[in-house]
């Protein structure tokens, strides 16, 4: 069974920047892309970024230019950059990958902004 582990949540201030690892079970080269999702409360979940397998990228509008994402072979895992935080970034973030047609995700991990 394919796993996924966010790490790296935590209290940020309005305007730093904060790091989301996740890792994978197995070889990320397997997940066709890998995406981030976040969900704050009492909001639907929304896409916020993704990464193919050929490393091309996109992002929503509300993150463009702040946040990166990045896959890392070696560690299987899937980095998201979060730079110039701001408050409505709060919210709790779930990495999920297409894995061999499957929809993987893992359990999220909470992002605070605060000052």
């Known amino acids: 069974q394919v796993q996924l582990v966010e790490f790296g949540g935590g209290l940020v201030q309005p305007g730093g920047s904060l790091k989301l690892s996740c890792e994978a079970s197995?070889?990320?080269?397997?997940?066709?892309?890998m995406a981030w999702y976040r969900q704050a409360p009492g909001k639907a979940r929304e896409w916020v970024a993704t990464i193919a397998k050929s490393r091309i990228t996109d992002f929503a509008d509300s993150v463009k230019g702040r946040f990166t994402i990045s896959r890392d072979s070696a560690k299987n895992a899937v980095d998201l950059q979060m730079n110039s935080v701001k408050p409505e970034d709060a919210a709790t973030y779930y990495c999920?990958?297409?894995?061999?047609?499957?929809?993987?995700w893992g359990k999220g991990t909470l992002v605070i902004v605060s000052s």
């Open positions: 197995r070889s990320i080269d397997n997940f066709a892309s």
């Open positions: 999920n990958g297409e894995y061999f047609g499957m929809d993987v």
